[in-house]
Structures are given as structure tokens and as C-alpha cells.
């Protein structure tokens, strides 16, 4: 039976750690998010008390939830003879009745049309190498100043995107709700996945340079952002010096550094 495509919605901010370590269940989350509620209590078997991952079939359903849990946007696909699915509508109900009334996700295939808000639980976690991470769904007013210069990049120059998006993380200093991270998802992310070789390229080219490019290009589409990132460029090549790295490995440095704090700002 053919695999099916399912959409899982979470905030921009996890999608780095879901692209090193996948879509964990929500039994292997609990240390970030305490334990497993009554729904969870109530599942069968072998998803019983958060063991599972969901998704919905449906992308435009799953936009409807943006809202509520967020929009850093993942795809990936399942076995439909081994998930438990049913309508995202009887949540509101008796979990138990829910629970009861789940079938696997070639049942409901069988009956013909599925149902637009129909919801698939897996209760293995899906591997990194597994998914495809997507342009994360925000606004303007969550890009902030940095909404024009997304708008301009993130499709057509997807390496100075990428050089962007390391000096956005930097600007970030750690504030993962900041618009400067939820820029630099934008930027790291699009609907189509980047070739591998944009890195490598990025590195040939040296990041501090490509960089400075961008600043200097959109220098009349966010004045004052870009002067502030040229700042944070400034500082990022001093912090460099210090290190004895060259400014390109500076700027690669101190992204990482930011993000090792990411996981304890994720709940």
C-alpha cells in the first residue's frame, strides 16, 4: 500500500532541533512539556501515555491550526496499515470514545473521500533523514523589519538566504521568540529542499563575505536592519579574531553557539 503525505505543525523555533533529531513522540517530549494529559492516558496499547506522533492528511487543516500550535511546518510520510486516525472534531469529546472509535488510516482510505480534518498517530518516532522541513507560515508582523528582505531572498538567492540567516541566529542573542530567529527560519527554510551542495558552497565563497554582500544589496530595503546587522558583523569578526578563526568560521561559530542553547528554550 502507497505511503500517504501527513502535515505536523509546530512553532518555528523547534524546527532546528526536529532537522537534527526528527519528530520525537510526545512520551519523549515529556521532560520538555511534563507528562502525557488525558488523551494521551486514554490511547490503546502500543500508543498508550504519549507514545505517538500526529499528523493531519489535510494541509489546508492544518493551516486552520497555525493559531494554536504555531507555524513551523513538517511533512512526512506513513504506512497507512500502521497509524490510528480520526477526526481532529472528536478531540473535544470523551478521549476514551476517541481512542475507541480510531482506525488505522487504510480503513478509512476504503470508505472513499477522507474527512478535511482527519488526524494520523504513529507511535514510533519519524527519523530526520525521514522529513521535509518547509517554509515555516508566518506574517509580516512576526518578520518584522526583516519581512521585505525575506520576501526578496528566500526563494531567488537561496545562498545569501543562508548567509542571512547564520547572522539573523547571531543578532537573535538567544532569543529564540525574537524576529531575528523567526527570520532566520525563514530563511534556512523553503518549500523545496535546498541542494547539498549550497553549503558547500557557502563555505567556497566564505559566509563573511557573502554576507556583507547582502547587507550591502539591501541596504535601501531595511535601512536601519541592515545597519544593525552590520554591526553584529562587526562584532561576530572581533569575536572571530580573538578565536584565532577566520570570519567566515566566526560567523559559522557563533550560530552554532546560539543554538546549543536552543534546547532549553524550546518548552
Same mark, same amino acid.
Given at each position: 500500500?502507497?505511503?500517504?503525505?501527513?502535515?505536523?505543525?509546530?512553532?518555528?523555533?523547534?524546527?532546528?532541533?526536529?532537522?537534527?533529531?526528527?519528530?520525537?513522540?510526545?512520551?519523549?517530549?515529556?521532560?520538555?512539556?511534563?507528562?502525557?494529559?488525558?488523551?494521551?492516558?486514554?490511547?490503546?496499547?502500543?500508543?498508550?501515555? +504519549?507514545?505517538?506522533?500526529?499528523?493531519?492528511?489535510?494541509?489546508?487543516?492544518?493551516?486552520?491550526?497555525? @493559531?494554536? *500550535?504555531?507555524?513551523?511546518?513538517?511533512?512526512?510520510?506513513?504506512?497507512? !496499515?500502521?497509524?490510528?486516525?480520526?477526526?481532529?472534531?472528536?478531540?473535544?469529546?470523551?478521549?476514551?470514545?476517541?481512542?475507541?472509535? !480510531?482506525?488505522?488510516?487504510?480503513?478509512? $482510505?476504503?470508505? +472513499?473521500?477522507?474527512?478535511?480534518?482527519?488526524?494520523?498517530? $504513529?507511535?514510533?518516532?519519524?527519523?530526520?533523514?525521514?522529513?521535509?522541513?518547509? !517554509?515555516?507560515?508566518?506574517? @509580516?508582523?512576526?518578520? +518584522?523589519?526583516? !519581512?521585505?528582505?525575506?520576501?526578496?531572498?528566500?526563494?531567488?538567492?537561496?545562498?545569501?538566504?543562508?548567509?542571512?540567516?547564520?547572522?539573523?541566529?547571531?543578532?537573535?542573542?538567544? @532569543?529564540?521568540?525574537?524576529?531575528?530567529?523567526?527570520?532566520?527560519?525563514?530563511?534556512?527554510?523553503?518549500?523545496?529542499?535546498?541542494?547539498?551542495? *549550497?553549503?558547500?558552497?557557502?563555505?567556497?565563497?566564505?559566509?563573511?563575505?557573502?554576507?556583507? =554582500?547582502?547587507?550591502?544589496?539591501?541596504? =535601501?530595503?531595511?535601512?536601519?536592519?541592515?545597519?544593525?546587522?552590520?554591526?553584529?558583523?562587526?562584532?561576530?569578526?572581533?569575536?572571530?579574531? @580573538?578565536?584565532?578563526?577566520?570570519?567566515? $568560521?566566526?560567523?559559522?561559530?557563533?550560530?552554532?553557539?546560539?543554538?546549543? $542553547?536552543?534546547?532549553?528554550?524550546?518548552?
Amino acid at each position: 500500500m502507497a505511503r500517504v503525505t501527513v502535515h505536523h505543525l509546530t512553532l518555528p523555533k523547534r524546527l532546528p532541533l526536529i532537522e537534527e533529531d526528527g519528530l520525537r513522540t510526545r512520551a519523549d517530549l515529556s521532560g520538555m512539556y511534563g507528562p502525557p494529559g488525558a488523551f494521551d492516558a486514554a490511547a490503546p496499547g502500543i500508543f498508550a501515555h +504519549g507514545k505517538r506522533v500526529s499528523a493531519w492528511v489535510s494541509l489546508a487543516h492544518a493551516r486552520s491550526r497555525i @493559531d494554536e *500550535l504555531g507555524g513551523g511546518r513538517v511533512s512526512y510520510s506513513v504506512d497507512p !496499515a500502521r497509524t490510528l486516525a480520526n477526526r481532529a472534531s472528536l478531540r473535544d469529546g470523551d478521549p476514551v470514545a476517541y481512542w475507541e472509535s !480510531a482506525r488505522p488510516l487504510a480503513a478509512w $482510505q476504503a470508505d +472513499g473521500e477522507l474527512p478535511e480534518d482527519l488526524e494520523v498517530h $504513529q507511535n514510533v518516532p519519524v527519523r530526520a533523514k525521514r522529513i521535509q522541513i518547509h !517554509a515555516p507560515i508566518v506574517t @509580516d508582523e512576526m518578520l +518584522g523589519e526583516y !519581512a521585505e528582505v525575506v520576501k526578496e531572498i528566500a526563494d531567488e538567492d537561496r545562498l545569501s538566504a543562508k548567509a542571512l540567516m547564520h547572522l539573523a541566529v547571531i543578532a537573535s542573542h538567544g @532569543d529564540f521568540d525574537s524576529t531575528d530567529f523567526t527570520a532566520a527560519c525563514a530563511l534556512a527554510w523553503r518549500d523545496e529542499p535546498d541542494p547539498d551542495r *549550497l553549503i558547500r558552497e557557502l563555505v567556497e565563497m566564505d559566509p563573511d563575505k557573502v554576507v556583507s =554582500a547582502v547587507l550591502a544589496e539591501h541596504t =535601501a530595503t531595511a535601512p536601519e536592519l541592515m545597519a544593525r546587522l552590520r554591526e553584529v558583523l562587526e562584532e561576530t569578526r572581533r569575536w572571530a579574531d @580573538d578565536q584565532g578563526l577566520e570570519h567566515g $568560521q566566526g560567523l559559522f561559530a557563533r550560530t552554532a553557539a546560539v543554538l546549543d $542553547q536552543l534546547p532549553d528554550h524550546v518548552a
